[in-house]
């Protein structure tokens, strides 16, 4: 089965810039929607960014402009840079996998439909 491993994660100081990534094991995983969500304390799960074969990354407003996410050629690795960081944006962040069926109604962070996890990297903002 496919093993996700996020990496990159770590503190900076408001206004600066963090670069994550996110390792994949099985190459099944190129043909899936990959995710980038993140959990502050006290907060629900939230998607962050996400990309399909075939389609253009989806992010969420709060992140629009901010964050960019990417796949390298061979999809090995789910990247997320991170830009103009605010406090607001710390808390643990993880990435996932979609899975392989058709989800026709279902958004493109819907968590429900995301079914492999990885571990989770710490992202502290400080001001």
């Known amino acids: 089965q496919v093993q996700l491993a996020e990496s990159g994660g770590g503190s900076v100081q408001a206004g600066g810039s963090l670069r994550l990534s996110c390792s994949a094991s099985?190459?099944?995983?190129?043909?899936?929607?990959m995710g980038w969500f993140r959990q502050g304390p006290g907060k629900e799960r939230e998607g962050v960014a996400s990309?399909?074969?075939?389609?253009?990354?989806y992010y969420v407003s709060t992140v629009k402009d901010r964050f960019t996410v990417s796949q390298d050629s061979a999809k090995a690795s789910l990247d997320l840079q991170m830009d103009r960081l605010s406090v607001e944006d710390s808390g643990i962040y993880y990435c996932?996998?979609?899975?392989?069926?058709?989800?026709?109604?279902?958004?493109?962070?819907?968590?429900?439909?995301?079914?492999?996890w990885g571990q989770g990297t710490q992202v502290t903002v400080s001001s």
């Open positions: 996932a996998a979609r899975s392989g069926k058709v989800h026709r109604d279902a958004g493109p962070l819907s968590l429900r439909t995301y079914d492999v």
């Open positions: 099985d190459p099944t995983s190129s043909n899936r929607c």
């Open positions: 990309i399909c074969p075939g389609y253009s990354p």
